[in-house]
């Protein structure tokens, strides 16, 4: 160990550890200075202290990475009992080349790290636990509900998207003794990982955004991810709090069974519940509300922003947080990365114009939302959209994207670009509809981007606003550069 390490405790005890994970020692067993400080599962990740958490994926096998992270400076690796049957002599050799290493075996090294990271959870009793999930705006909710407690408590939440199966487990390691509330984002990408990852974390308050079509490929209906989603709610106390979508249809359903509070939050409850009123909408700046009679400015555009806000500015109303607070922790945020980012900037014809990226991903809910956002716009200014395929719908997809391309042409666009074999359906529907300056590329590649790149050149004129949204699997970013001066 390093004299650094040496001054820390570690996470977890060897007996608690292996006792949460049903797990036993290999090797030379046991080390009498046991000891990890940090959590990776990715051997790139690993730094002197970690645990090292090898996981079994589709096409890769962490369990080829255990002697690169030992030699990084791992102390304690999970091995599942299958790879210790097929190769039980490297990691005892491991073992007895490695004095400050523990090796342990567990019967699945996924289940080890929740089971491991519920573990290290309930060492903190007095943290207030706050989940969000919903089909979208998870991560805006999170960085909002953060930005707004972070105002009067000291608080620990998921960095980046780090919300699934092993991101949220990775998360929870980094709570410690000095934070007060900790905000946690959890995703899902298959049945039953809701509960999963919730029966980690335990939270005490929870809040859904909406429920939406994300994912519908993979669960099958509304209906099926609604009852995913619910699961969030699945630990909350008498004394804990479920905060739920007023103006969502599945409102009602989510809401039955929940043990504690019921908090609803949205456009539709009144000022005398929610305390929130709305002012006016200020286009690509935002929307002012105000919130216990203080005005409050919330700096990201749309309606679907305004709706997370609420979200964040009931859960920092639930938690005590004071009006000019809240609107200190709002008024503060900043985009997230790739998410609605508006900027202005200057094309290689010379034409200024604001560009606003979404690359991260893209469903029919936020896609719906950010085309919504530009129809506002009309009257104002020109607007441009270009918009990537869709993806993880199933059979779902044509009709999805269909209804996009109505949506685009209902925004009276100056141009729409569709991008991708599934915008297809999208740009059929939006000539249908009416939309006469439009141009679909079905292919993602190179070319494609760089003749979308060369088309929005030709249509862009000084003060237009260019919207670019996709999956995040297409890489609209690509075009960026390609038409920037």
């Known amino acids: 160990m390093t004299a650094e390490s040496e001054q820390q405790e570690s996470l977890l005890s060897a007996e608690e550890l292996a006792a949460a994970v049903r797990g036993r020692f290999v090797g030379s067993g046991r080390r009498a200075d046991f000891f990890f400080s940090s959590v990776a599962t990715d051997s790139r990740n690993v730094r002197a202290g970690s645990l090292f958490v090898p996981l079994r994926g589709e096409f890769q096998d962490g369990h080829q990475y255990v002697p690169q992270a030992v030699g990084t400076g791992a102390t304690v690796v999970f091995i599942d009992e299958q790879a210790y049957r097929t190769d039980g002599g490297l990691y005892d050799r491991l073992s007895a080349e490695h004095p400050a290493l523990s090796i342990i075996v567990v019967e699945r090294t996924l289940a080890a790290l929740q089971d491991a990271a519920a573990a290290y959870a309930a060492h903190f009793p007095n943290l207030v636990k706050i989940a969000v999930t919903g089909s979208s705006g998870k991560t805006t909710s999170k960085e909002m509900i953060v930005s707004v407690l972070k105002q009067q408590f000291r608080v620990v939440a998921t960095q980046g998207n780090f919300n699934s199966e092993t991101g949220l487990p990775l998360s929870v390691f980094q709570i410690r003794k000095e934070h007060e509330v900790g905000v946690f984002e959890m995703g899902m990408n298959r049945r039953g990982e809701i509960a999963e990852i919730t029966a980690v974390l335990k939270?005490?308050?929870?809040?859904?955004?909406?429920?939406?079509?994300?994912?519908?490929?993979?669960?099958?209906?509304?209906?099926?991810?609604?009852?995913?989603?619910?699961?969030?709610?699945?630990?909350?106390?008498?004394?804990?709090?479920?905060?739920?979508?007023?103006?969502?249809?599945?409102?009602?359903?989510?809401?039955?069974?929940?043990?504690?509070?019921?908090?609803?939050?949205?456009?539709?409850?009144?000022?005398?519940?929610?305390?929130?009123?709305?002012?006016?909408?200020?286009?690509?700046?935002?929307?002012?509300?105000?919130?216990?009679?203080?005005?409050?400015?919330v700096p990201l555009p749309g309606r679907c922003n305004y709706a997370d806000a609420l979200g964040a500015i009931a859960v920092g109303r639930r938690l005590g947080v004071p009006a000019e607070k809240i609107k200190r922790g709002l008024e503060s945020l900043a985009p997230v990365s790739n998410r609605m980012e508006a900027e202005q900037v200057v094309l290689k014809s010379g034409v200024q114009a604001t560009l606003v990226r979404d690359f991260y991903n893209a469903n029919p809910d936020s896609m719906a939302a950010a085309v919504e956002l530009c129809a506002s716009l009309e009257g104002s200014c020109r607007t441009i959209l270009v918009l990537g395929d869709m993806r993880e719908l199933g059979c779902e997809s044509a009709a999805l994207h269909e209804r996009l391309g109505v949506l685009a042409a209902r925004a009276r666009p100056a141009f729409a670009i569709f991008i991708g074999p599934e915008m297809g359906a999208a740009y059929q529907a939006a000539l249908r509809e009416g939309l006469r300056s439009a141009r679909h590329f079905p292919d993602c590649g190179g070319d494609a981007v760089s003749e979308a790149a060369a088309c929005i050149a030709e249509q862009a004129e000084s003060g237009d606003v260019i919207l670019m949204k996709a999956s995040r699997a297409l890489a609209l970013e690509r075009i960026v550069p390609l038409i920037q001066k």
Do not use: Y
């Not at 504690?260 to 700046?285: I, K, M, N, T, W």
């Open 203 to 297: 939270p005490e308050l929870a809040l859904v955004t909406n429920i939406g079509t994300a994912h519908i490929g993979i669960l099958g209906s509304r209906e099926q991810i609604a009852a995913e989603k619910r699961h969030v709610f699945d630990f909350i106390p008498a004394d804990g709090a479920a905060f739920i979508p007023a103006d969502d249809d599945f409102s009602a359903f989510l809401a039955d069974g929940v043990a504690g509070q019921v908090v609803r939050f949205g456009a539709s409850v009144p000022a005398s519940e929610s305390g929130v009123s709305f002012v006016r909408s200020c286009g690509l700046s935002g929307t002012i509300c105000t919130v216990d009679g203080v005005e409050v400015a």
